[in-house]
């Protein structure tokens, strides 16, 4: 039977006594797993809550024939309990050991019962419960911002893009009068209002420019988003990384962009503006990095049917020990306040979820690359 000891080093229940402990220890029943065995699976009756004693099991749903990852519970820890508080009758999720593990299991009577016995423990998962809650509102509400956002974005795109091709029109007008009075300054006394002109063509030659770059940042946003346009469509992927390029343009001031592509690639079935904001993400990180003054290559290539994405950069690296952790939602290495744990998860969920391929990350010290697989096929 687990020890006293064994539970007391659980920092949930640090402040239980020893026949609290004791009671725990003779409720529950110990289950060893070797690595790669499945603890629970998805649709199993969800009539017990788990105490990680020592090893790892992931958490993982199934979506179409991919598994998304949705949490790794270590050592010392309680999981397994939402299904019972939120009175949900199977487990929508299937958790399997990524190294020798020794759980205790409880039933969900005792688990109730505990809740009742143990204010201590109780308090700390209705207030891990409620944290959790809080992060899945602020994620509705930031979702529900990126969708005001996203309109508004439209709505300027409509209104800048009528004046911005008017000064183009109209400076072009104002060209060929400037030009007019240069070429017909034939007397002396023209010669005075001939600089001038000249002058005025400098300065016209300005606006034309300054007026280009606001239509091609206009025609950016509107093919980002894929304003006015079906949600599944035929998608180039070179046109969605170069507008994301130049909307992010502002960050890599200081940072080299090497584009490797291969321009035989055919256009794919996609969500364009959710693809878009996968490069986003993707490329954001990758600045983040470089801290806005490194190294950036963007790489497409085809290996028989599928199509490849990739995204490296010569920043500090992601440790070894979270790269198995970073498409868990809420999981973040940036300061708090800094992210929110949820773009490498949102993304993680439009390749796999909704385009029925892979994202995986390679990293090292200098050298990592996040690599997308897409489908060229029809998406089903």
């Not at 020794?102 to 207030?127: G, N």
């Not at 890599?252 to 503006?273: N, Q, W």
């Not at 490849?308 to 306040?337: C, L, M, S, Y």
């Amino acid at each position: 039977m687990v020890t006293i000891d064994a539970l007391r080093q659980v920092p949930l229940f640090a402040e239980l006594s020893d026949e609290q402990l004791q009671w725990l220890a003779e409720q529950g029943t110990e289950v060893w797993l070797q690595p790669g065995e499945f603890h629970r699976r998805e649709g199993d009756l969800a009539e017990h809550v788990f105490v990680m004693l020592t090893g790892e099991v992931r958490v993982t749903e199934q979506v179409g024939n991919r598994e998304l990852v949705l949490a790794t519970y270590g050592p010392k820890s309680l999981f397994g309990e939402l299904p019972i508080l939120m009175g949900t009758p199977y487990y929508w999720a299937s958790g399997r050991a990524l190294s020798a593990c020794h759980v205790l299991e409880l039933s969900k009577e005792t688990f109730w019962q505990m809740l009742s016995i143990m204010p201590p423990v109780a308090t700390a998962i209705l207030r891990t419960t409620a944290e959790r809650v809080q992060q899945l509102q602020s994620m509705s509400q930031q979702r529900e911002k990126l969708i005001e956002l996203g309109a508004l974005a439209a709505d300027l795109a409509h209104e800048l893009n009528h004046p911005t091709t008017a000064v183009l029109q109209e400076t072009k007008q104002l060209e060929e009068i400037w030009q007019g009075l240069v070429s017909s300054a034939l007397q002396p006394e023209l010669q005075l209002a001939t600089g001038a002109a000249w002058q005025g063509v400098g300065l016209l030659d300005q606006v034309e420019q300054n007026a280009a770059h606001i239509s091609e940042l206009v025609n950016a946003i509107k093919e980002y988003s894929y304003m006015d346009q079906a949600p599944l469509q035929e998608v180039n992927v070179h046109e969605g990384l170069n507008n994301t390029l130049k909307i992010l343009r502002h960050k890599l001031k200081s940072v080299v962009v090497t584009r490797e592509f291969d321009h035989t690639l055919p256009r794919i079935s996609a969500y364009g503006s959710e693809l878009n904001q996968v490069w986003t993400n993707l490329i954001d990180n990758a600045i983040a990095a470089v801290e806005g003054q490194g190294n950036l290559w963007l790489r497409t290539w085809r290996e028989g049917d599928q199509l490849f994405v990739e995204i490296a950069d010569n920043g500090h690296g992601i440790p070894p020990e979270i790269q198995p952790r970073i498409f868990e939602p809420f999981f973040t290495t940036k300061e708090v306040g800094q992210g929110t744990g949820l773009g490498l998860v949102t993304s993680y969920r439009t390749v796999v979820g909704k385009h029925q391929g892979d994202i995986q990350v390679f990293s090292q010290p200098g050298d990592t690359r996040f690599q997308v697989r897409l489908p060229i096929a029809q998406i089903q």
